[in-house]
C-alpha cells in the first residue's frame, strides 16, 4: 500500500534538464568532490532540473545502495535551488519501485523510469511494470521512451493512454524514439484526457518534438556544450522553430561524436571538466581514439566554457 | 494527363514489384507529358544500399524527367536511403530533385535534409500530410496527402500555417489531422475510400488482399467524421 495519498495531476514542468555523468575515482568509486563541482557547473550553467542518474551517468553501473547515496548527495548539493528528477528502473518492478519510494522519501521533484530491462514484456506487462513504480509516490511520474536502447520492449501511444487512466501523478514521456508517429499520437490523444500531459524530448533532436508539442528536453550533451544546448532549447520554446535549425544541426553534429558515456567523458575531460572514466564493461577510447575525437570537437566547442 | 490538362504539375508513381515495370513506367510517364515521377526503394528483395544506388542511377539516366525519390524504411523492413547515399546521387545525378521522405524520424530526417541541401538547395523535401508540421522546421516544403480525397480544406490550412510558421495554429491542425489518419490508416486504403463513400465521392471497392471497407465500418467512419466536424467543414459530392 501506498504511503503516500495520490494527488490529481501533479504539476513539474521540467524545462531542460541537464542529465550529469557520474564521475569516478582511478579505483572506480564515486568521486563526491568531483560530483559537488559538477553539479554547481550544471546550475551554473542553464540547468533548468536535474534528472539522476540516468543511462549516461551509468545508473546501470551503480548498485542500488550507491544509486540512493548519490541521488541524496545531488539533493543535499542542489539544496532546492532546481528540482531533481530521480531515475528509478530496474528489471523488477519491486525493486525500482522501492528505489522511486526512497527518491520521493528524501525529496525529488518526480520520478523518470524506463521498460523493465532484460525481459522484452509485452504491452500488458509493462503497464503493470510503469504501474508498481508510478502508484508508490505521489509526485509526477514520467516514462523514459528508449526504444534503441531497450530493444523489444515497444511504449506506444495506446499504452501511454492507458497508463493516464491507471495513474493520477503520469505526466509525460521523455521520449528518445524521435519518432514523429509516436509523438504526434501520443500528443493528440493524451492532451485529450490530460491537458498538461508533457512530451520531453529525451535527446537533443528538440525542432521536430517542439513543432509537434514538446516542452522539455533531457540533455546529456549539456555536460559539454551547455551554450549550444540552451540556446536550441531556448529558440524551440519561443517556436522559432525555423531559427533553431542552424542550432539544431550543430547539436546533432556534436551528438554524433558523443553518443556513448566513453566518449562523452573523454569530451569532458577535454573541456577541463575531469570525471573519470566509466565503468566496465563501458569502456573508454584509448590514446589515438582520444585525440582524434578532440581534434574533430576542437571546432565545434570553441564558444562553449572550460573547467567547473 | 489529359484530364488534369496542365492546370497543375503531375507526378507519377512508378514503383513496381518488378524493375523492369518501373523503367518501361518512367518510359511512359515522359512520353504522356508527365512533370515528373515518383519512384519508391524496389521492393521485396530487401536491396544493399550499392544496390539501391545502382537503381536510382539507372532510373535516373534512362529519363530526363525531374524524379523523387520515395523513402520508406519503416514500411520496407530498413530499406533506406541514408543521408550519405543521397548525396551521392545528388551529386551525380541532375534529374534527382528531392525525396518523399517517410522515415518519420527527427535524426534521419535532419541528416537527409542537412546533406541534401546543401548539395542542392532547391532539393524537396516531402512528407505524408500526417507528418507535415515536425518535417517543415527541418525543411520540408510539402506533402503527399491522401488525405486530401477527404478533407482537402484541413490539408491545406495545415499546409498553409506550417509555411507561415504559425505553429500553434499548425499544432492543432495537425492533431486534428492526427484523429483523421487514425481512422483511414486502419486497413488503408480501404478507409479511406470507405470516407471518400460518406463525402459523397465514391471510387468503388479495394481490390484484394485488401479489404473493403463494411457497411458497419462506413458507420462508423460517418460518426467519427461528424464529431471531428469534417461533415461539415469540407467539401460534399464532386
Known amino acids: ?308 | 494527363m489529359k484530364v488534369v490538362a496542365g492546370r497543375v504539375p503531375v507526378t507519377i508513381h512508378v514503383s513496381a514489384l518488378a524493375v523492369e515495370d518501373t523503367m518501361a513506367l518512367g518510359q511512359h510517364a515522359q512520353k504522356i507529358g508527365a512533370d515528373g515521377i515518383l519512384a519508391i526503394t524496389p521492393y521485396f528483395w530487401t536491396p544493399t544500399r550499392e544496390a539501391i544506388h545502382d537503381y536510382f542511377i539507372r532510373l535516373c539516366t534512362s529519363i530526363e524527367l525531374p524524379v523523387l525519390s520515395y523513402n520508406s524504411p519503416s514500411y520496407l523492413a530498413g530499406v533506406e536511403i541514408t543521408g550519405d547515399l543521397m548525396s551521392r546521387l545528388i551529386e551525380r545525378l541532375p534529374n534527382f530533385v528531392g525525396v518523399k521522405e517517410a522515415s518519420f524520424n527527427s535524426e534521419k530526417f535532419l541528416e537527409i535534409s542537412r546533406v541534401a541541401l546543401s548539395l542542392r538547395p532547391n532539393f524537396a523535401l516531402l512528407t505524408g500530410v500526417e507528418f507535415l508540421l515536425p518535417s517543415v522546421p527541418l525543411g520540408g516544403v510539402g506533402s503527399y496527402s491522401a488525405a486530401g480525397s477527404v478533407c482537402p480544406n484541413l490539408c491545406a490550412a495545415l499546409f498553409e500555417a506550417c509555411m507561415a510558421g504559425e505553429w500553434p495554429r499548425a499544432r492543432d491542425l495537425q492533431y486534428k489531422m492526427t484523429r483523421l489518419w487514425h481512422l483511414f490508416k486502419d486497413q488503408y486504403p480501404s478507409s479511406l475510400k470507405g470516407g471518400m463513400v460518406i463525402m459523397g465521392r465514391p471510387v468503388g471497392p479495394t481490390r484484394p488482399p485488401l479489404p473493403t471497407a463494411t457497411k458497419e465500418r462506413q458507420a462508423f467512419i460517418e460518426k467519427e467524421l461528424a464529431d471531428m466536424g469534417v461533415l461539415e467543414s469540407e467539401p460534399h459530392g464532386w
Open chain 1, 1 to 308: 500500500m501506498s504511503v503516500f495519498e495520490p494527488v490529481l495531476e501533479p504539476v513539474l514542468e521540467p524545462g531542460l534538464v541537464h542529465t550529469p555523468v557520474t564521475p569516478f575515482t582511478r579505483d572506480n568509486r564515486i568521486d563526491y568532490d568531483t560530483f559537488a563541482k559538477l553539479i554547481e557547473f550544471h546550475i551554473r550553467s542553464g540547468a533548468d532540473c536535474l534528472a539522476l542518474p540516468m543511462h549516461i551517468g551509468e545508473s546501470v553501473s551503480l548498485t542500488d545502495e550507491e544509486q540512493r547515496a548519490l541521488l541524496a548527495f545531488a539533493i543535499k548539493q542542489v539544496n532546492g535551488r532546481k528540482p531533481v528528477i530521480a531515475h528509478a528502473s530496474d528489471a523488477g518492478s519491486a525493486i525500482a519501485a522501492e528505489r522511486a519510494r526512497h527518491a520521493q522519501g528524501i525529496g525529488v521533484a518526480a520520478i523518470v523510469a524506463t521498460t523493465p530491462y532484460y525481459w522484452t514484456p509485452p504491452p500488458h506487462m509493462i503497464i503493470e511494470h510503469f504501474a508498481a513504480i508510478g502508484s508508490v509516490v505521489s509526485i509526477p511520474f514520467f516514462v523514459y521512451n528508449s526504444p534503441e536502447e531497450m530493444p523489444g520492449s515497444k511504449v506506444t501511444a495506446e499504452l501511454c493512454l492507458k497508463l493516464i487512466d491507471r495513474l493520477p501523478n503520469f505526466a509525460g514521456v521523455v521520449d528518445l524514439s524521435l519518432d514523429w508517429q509516436f509523438m504526434i499520437e501520443l500528443l493528440t490523444y493524451a492532451k485529450r484526457k490530460r491537458p498538461g500531459f508533457a512530451l520531453i524530448a529525451g535527446t537533443e533532436h528538440m525542432v521536430s518534438a517542439a513543432a509537434t508539442g514538446a516542452t522539455g528536453l533531457f540533455s546529456p550533451l549539456a555536460g559539454v556544450a551547455p551554450k549550444l544546448v540552451r540556446k536550441l532549447y531556448d529558440s524551440c520554446r519561443k517556436d522559432q522553430l525555423v531559427e533553431a535549425r542552424g542550432a539544431q544541426e550543430a547539436v546533432a553534429a556534436l551528438r554524433q561524436q558523443l553518443k556513448s558515456s566513453g566518449n562523452l567523458k573523454a569530451a569532458q575531460r577535454m573541456m577541463g571538466r575531469d570525471c573519470g572514466v566509466p565503468r566496465p564493461p563501458l569502456q573508454a577510447p584509448d590514446a589515438e581514439a582520444a585525440r582524434a575525437l578532440a581534434a574533430t570537437l576542437e571546432p565545434m566547442l570553441r564558444d562553449e566554457s572550460r573547467g567547473f
